[in-house]
């Protein structure tokens, strides 16, 4: 990356060579209207390979949740989600904003919220309580340092699901690295789900955009509620274009992003103040915890800075992402400046 070893975010990535072609060339027309050729090629691609009736370009991973949400439930509602979730922490109170139904959030195991814990959180309505009608998970999960949710654990609610006639949402922002590392086909994590959003703006290095799958009566609603949040796009074939090279180029090179995490978590490891356990480490994301006896987060963050690595504090400790524009020689001078700040 020259000068500068960028690990805020995989949101960070640039467009490849091939995007930035695709993007230039690309058949456009008014997708509000329906007849951007480049986008429904792009959504027919996204369907096929989530196995849905459906899919909605959207200009995001926050408002493909939002407008699944907005479709999946009434108002008065309750929505079952993980504690650590990007909805519950990370997106800006959607569900309460836009939805108007209440979040419960559950504790898990990295991730993987147990089924009779769901089970018993599950409530009927009366003049008090709301009816719980759609339950939420996220696959990689994000706060879980990318943690994959196990494939039995999401049969276990999708189960819990059909018994009491509740919708599954898969927040899958990186269902493809979840894949990678488990072996999982993305249309089995699909089948399970009643919808599904994955972003392309995040590993797969596309600029913008996310996906929104499901069955067409629900994209089409969605539709309708992508307007209704002003996302309706017009000429957008010129962003849909890079999505399409995403989808055919990025994926299995994603393997490479979780190679170099394991290698950056191993040498980091050991070292003083540095709380980790690098076989928690499953895909592109290292969340540590910092306890040093010199230097606090925001010190420890200047002076990777300082030296031209860019990192984020996160809620007790700090964020490394890896993706595509990290290599090797980014990770090895990375591995570098801990040692000689840490053990210096």
């Not at 209207?33 to 959504?43: A, C, I, M, R, S």
């Not at 899919?55 to 650590?84: C, D, H, Q, Y």
């Not at 919220?113 to 089970?119: D, G």
Request: hydrophobic share 40%; net charge neutral.
């Amino acid at each position: 990356m020259g000068n500068v070893s960028d690990f805020r975010s995989d949101t960070v990535t640039r467009p490849t060579e091939a995007m930035r072609k695709a993007m230039a060339e690309g058949a456009v027309g008014d997708d509000v209207l329906g007849d951007d050729p480049t986008v429904q090629k792009l959504e027919s691609m996204a369907a096929q390979i989530m196995d849905k009736e459906g899919a909605l370009f959207v200009p995001s991973g926050t408002m493909g949740n939002s407008i699944a949400t907005k479709v999946w439930t009434s108002e008065l509602e309750e929505v079952i989600l993980e504690e650590r979730s990007h909805i519950f922490n990370m997106e800006s109170t959607h569900m309460t904003f836009i939805s108007r139904v209440t979040p419960r959030p559950l504790p898990s195991n990295r991730g993987a919220m147990e089924p009779q814990l769901i089970q018993k959180h599950i409530r009927q309505p009366s003049d008090h309580i709301p009816k719980t009608s759609l339950i939420c998970i996220e696959n990689t999960h994000n706060n879980w340092s990318g943690a994959v949710v196990p494939l039995d654990n999401i049969q276990s609610l999708r189960k819990i699901a059909d018994e009491h006639n509740l919708k599954l949402h898969f927040d899958g922002a990186r269902v493809f690295n979840a894949s990678q590392a488990s072996g999982v086909p993305v249309k089995e994590y699909a089948r399970l789900a009643d919808s599904l959003m994955f972003c392309l703006s995040k590993g797969l290095s596309a600029p913008v955009g996310s996906l929104l799958t499901g069955p067409r009566s629900f994209i089409q609603m969605a539709r309708r509620v992508r307007k209704a949040l002003g996302g309706g796009m017009r000429q957008v074939g010129v962003l849909a274009a890079s999505g399409i090279v995403a989808l055919q180029e990025m994926v299995e090179r994603l393997e490479e992003d979780h190679a170099r995490a394991q290698r950056l978590a191993q040498a980091i490891a050991d070292l003083p103040g540095i709380i980790l356990a690098p076989q928690n480490i499953q895909t592109n994301i290292i969340i540590f915890g910092f306890d040093h006896p010199q230097l606090n987060i925001p010190q420890f963050l200047e002076q990777l800075k300082n030296r031209g690595i860019l990192a984020l504090p996160t809620t007790g400790g700090i964020r490394f992402v890896l993706h595509k524009d990290i290599d090797d020689q980014d990770v090895n001078r990375t591995i570098s400046a801990f040692k000689e700040i840490l053990s210096g």
